[in-house]
């Protein structure tokens, strides 16, 4: 027994002196529970919408109160003109509109019956679902109310009407999601044992004594893995077009171009977690945990981004998977050209070119 409490003890002095062992044992557990309970969730709430009124009356006011009052919507104006809503949609600066026809109040008195139109975003099905089920009760509520107060059978009918997705299908949302999962975990793995390898293999001397230079030795090392990962780009949009049924609206050459941006993010990401790491396995559980949970928690792709704290949103415009599912659905699902999508591309090139030079400057041409 004592010679099995001096082991116990020994290994726990390994672990305790391992930086990185606490950090996987404390740090990442802490962070899941963070993320998962606090920070993330279901629910939409303050999701952006316009209002246009036509009718300027004391029903529709009313209304409009109501829905200004609820916690699930953040209004962002009253529109007295639909010109600017397709734009709005377009640029994602909305969520759902609500469209008030003129004379809406007298067609309920007189008909007892009015209609509003609901358009909502559903390139996001989740979201565009349930911000037209809140409107409908808020809706309904607001029917039950003045009928018992005017003992009248009033009835306002929400006519609803989905843009980018009408069908409602997962595969909109799905596939900007995987592609940005897939590229960004394929790029980033495969990069991150490239310069580390050979240390451990030993085979780093041998590149160090030959006439490449450290930026020679980077591109020969990633460029296969560039090429790679563009065969996979169009596997996944071949796959999304006759499997998915996922119609490409945008420019296809615009669509590549801004893929292989990421491919670049991505393996700048891999060269530099390879130049630092020491061993193969450290590359690639920082590849793994670094790069898998951001993708899939921090893009808007599973949770919306709307709804995390405000710290949380900060961290989530570092991850640059989250600029890519921005520019996939705008160019994929929106059919929207560079002009919309340039600030994201501008972000992903910024990123690139700062991680490449730091990846550079930290190449050591000589082994410690």
């Known amino acids: 027994m004592r010679q099995l409490f001096v082991f116990i003890r020994k290994e726990f002095l390994h672990v305790f002196r391992d930086r990185k062992s606490l950090l996987m044992l404390f740090g990442l557990p802490i962070t899941q529970i963070v993320l998962f309970g606090f920070a993330l969730s279901n629910e939409i709430k303050d999701s952006k919408i316009v209002i246009a009124d036509y009718s300027r009356d004391e029903v529709t006011r009313k209304i409009t109160e109501k829905i200004e009052a609820s916690r699930y919507f953040d209004v962002e104006e009253n529109l007295q003109s639909a010109q600017q809503l397709e734009a709005a949609f377009k640029k994602g600066k909305i969520k759902m509109a609500v469209i008030f026809p003129e004379n809406f109040a007298e067609d309920l008195l007189h008909s007892k019956k009015a209609t509003v139109q609901v358009i909502a975003d559903a390139s996001d099905p989740n979201v565009a679902t349930a911000t037209t089920t809140y409107i409908t ?8 109310t003045s009928g018992n107060a005017s003992m009248q059978p009033l009835q306002i009918i929400p006519e609803v009407r989905m843009l980018y997705n009408p069908e409602l299908k997962g595969g909109p949302n799905f596939v900007p999601g995987v592609m940005a999962l897939v590229l960004m975990l394929v790029c980033t793995m495969m990069t991150s044992v490239a310069i580390v390898k050979e240390k451990e293999l030993g085979t780093m001397e041998v590149l160090l004594v030959s006439p490449f230079k450290p930026l020679d030795i980077i591109i020969s090392k990633l460029t296969p893995y560039l090429i790679i990962s563009v065969m996979n ?8 077009v006759t499997i998915l049924d996922l119609e490409i609206k945008g420019n296809i050459f615009l669509l590549v171009f801004e893929s292989i941006l990421f491919i670049l993010t ?9 130049i630092n790491a020491e061993t193969q396995q450290a590359a690639m559980m920082g590849s793994m945990m670094g790069m898998m949970l951001p993708t899939l928690l921090l893009t808007g792709f599973m949770f919306p981004v709307e709804n995390m704290p405000l710290p949380m949103q900060w961290l989530a415009n570092l991850v640059p998977s989250r600029w890519y599912f921005i520019i996939i659905k705008k160019v994929m699902l929106k059919g929207l050209g560079f002009s919309s999508v340039w600030k994201e591309s501008l972000i992903l090139i910024s990123m690139t070119i700062f991680l490449f030079t730091i990846s550079l400057r930290k190449f050591k041409i000589r082994l410690e």
Do not use: H, R
């Open 137 to 144: 009760q808020i809706i309904n509520d607001y029917n039950m």
């Open 266 to 274: 991505s393996l700048s990401i891999g060269l530099f977690l390879s």
């Open 233 to 240: 780009l169009f596997i996944i949009l071949i796959l999304s």
